[in-house]
Structures are given as structure tokens and as C-alpha cells.
């Protein structure tokens, strides 16, 4: 089945890198997502990974993905206050309807 | 602005009535959905529309009913069969076609059922 599981809880200090982590049970993924999600709003794509791609750096970003564990992780870079939010990995499965798989969230707290 | 709106933010309805969530894009996107968020959990699906004049049960349709009369808009209706209603409710869409395509969120409805 289809199944994508995250840590509930992560805290780092400010200026400190973070890596929330992700897995997930369908191999037939095509695309994987992290989606960053501020309290009260919707949710906002932060970056993506393509099932044959190990990683992927945007700036303070970087995607590590392992195919064969199935372990996606995102990796912030110096965190800063403004990162704190909840993170979401999602999976694209296969078909024509473009369905995500969401995680259950990972809440990141950044402290001072 | 392109983007796609939510309305009400905020929607409070007694136990035993329906109540209609909108959401509308000007993105010009081929398909929308629906999820809804609970405390601790992942968004769930509830409904999909590839494509005008049709749409697809998702994982938690039950009690959920939808409309996809314009391109540009998808209502979702939260009828009183639905048991446990109160939650987060999350529109976005997607351009049609295949290989990487963003689903763009709506800002949520927070929907409370008193």
C-alpha cells in the first residue's frame, strides 16, 4: 500500500542545519516533494526530486533521496526562525491523475 | 495576481446542515482537488477533477460531494452524513499533462462544526 511516514517533531537552534526525514513505501514514485507549511495557511512547495536523481540542491535546500531504502531528507541549511513551520514530504504515484501521498508532517521548531 | 482563493478562512455550522466550502483559481489549471488536514495527520484526498464537467472519489469522499461546472471553480459540499466534519480543508490545483506538475494550495478553510 501506499504509505509515507515522518517524524513528528524536530528543534534546532538557530543558525544550525536541520534534517527532517521521510519514507516511503511505493516504488512506482515518480516525483517527491517537500511542502513547507506556515500555521493557518495552505501549503507552499518548497522543492522536488525525481525518482532517478540522489540529490538535489537549492540554495539552502538539499534533497537527498535513497531509492533503494526508500528515505527521502531535506536539509536546511544556517535555519533561521523563519523556517520554523510544519514540512511535509509527499509521493507522486503513478498515473494520469498527478495523486500525492502526504506524510503527516514534520513540525520544526527554530530557537533562538 | 494568479492564484487560487479559499473562502470563507473561518466556517462554523451546526450538527444536521450542509455547507459549501469554495475555492477558485485563475491560474488557468485543468485539474483541482480537495484534501482536508486533521491534527498530526497528512492531507487526505476527498475529491479530484481532471478535467470540466468530471470528477474522481479520492481516499475520503464519503459524506463529500463536489461540482466542476467552470474550470475555474470546485466547490466542495460537507453534507451532515459527514460524521466528523470539523477540520482543515485545502484546495489546489495543477496544469494537465504529465511529468512534474506543482500542485498550487489554496490558503485553507477552517471548518467547525458546533
Known amino acids: 500500500g501506499e504509505d509515507v511516514e515522518q517524524s513528528l517533531f524536530l528543534s534546532v537552534r538557530e543558525g544550525d542545519s536541520s534534517v527532517i526525514n521521510c519514507t516511503y513505501t511505493d516504488s512506482s514514485s515518480t516525483y517527491l516533494y517537500w511542502y513547507k507549511q506556515e500555521p493557518g495557511a495552505g501549503l507552499q512547495l518548497l522543492t522536488y526530486?525525481?525518482?532517478?536523481?540522489d540529490m538535489k540542491q537549492d540554495q539552502r535546500l538539499t534533497v537527498l533521496l535513497n531509492k533503494k531504502d526508500k528515505h527521502l531528507s531535506l536539509r536546511i541549511a544556517d535555519t533561521q526562525t523563519g523556517d520554523s513551520a510544519i514540512y511535509f514530504c509527499a509521493e507522486r504515484v503513478g498515473g494520469a491523475t498527478n495523486k500525492l501521498i502526504f506524510g503527516t508532517g514534520t513540525l520544526l521548531a527554530v530557537q533562538p | 495576481d494568479g492564484g487560487i482563493t479559499q473562502s470563507p478562512k473561518y466556517l462554523f455550522r451546526k450538527e444536521g446542515q450542509n455547507v459549501t466550502l469554495s475555492c477558485e483559481q485563475n491560474?488557468?489549471?485543468?485539474?483541482m482537488y480537495w484534501y482536508r488536514q486533521d491534527p498530526g495527520q497528512g492531507l487526505r484526498l476527498i475529491y479530484y477533477s481532471q478535467i470540466v464537467n468530471d470528477f474522481q472519489k479520492g481516499d475520503i469522499a464519503e459524506g463529500y460531494s463536489v461540482s466542476r461546472e467552470k474550470k475555474e471553480s470546485f466547490p466542495l459540499t460537507v453534507t451532515s452524513a459527514q460524521k466528523n466534519p470539523t477540520a482543515f480543508y485545502l484546495c489546489?490545483?495543477?496544469?494537465?499533462?504529465?511529468?512534474?506538475?506543482?500542485?498550487?494550495f489554496g490558503p485553507g478553510t477552517r471548518l467547525t462544526v458546533l
Open positions: 489546489a490545483s495543477r496544469i494537465g499533462g504529465g511529468s512534474y506538475n506543482e500542485q498550487f
Open positions: 491560474l488557468n489549471h485543468d485539474a
Open positions: 526530486i525525481f525518482s532517478n536523481m
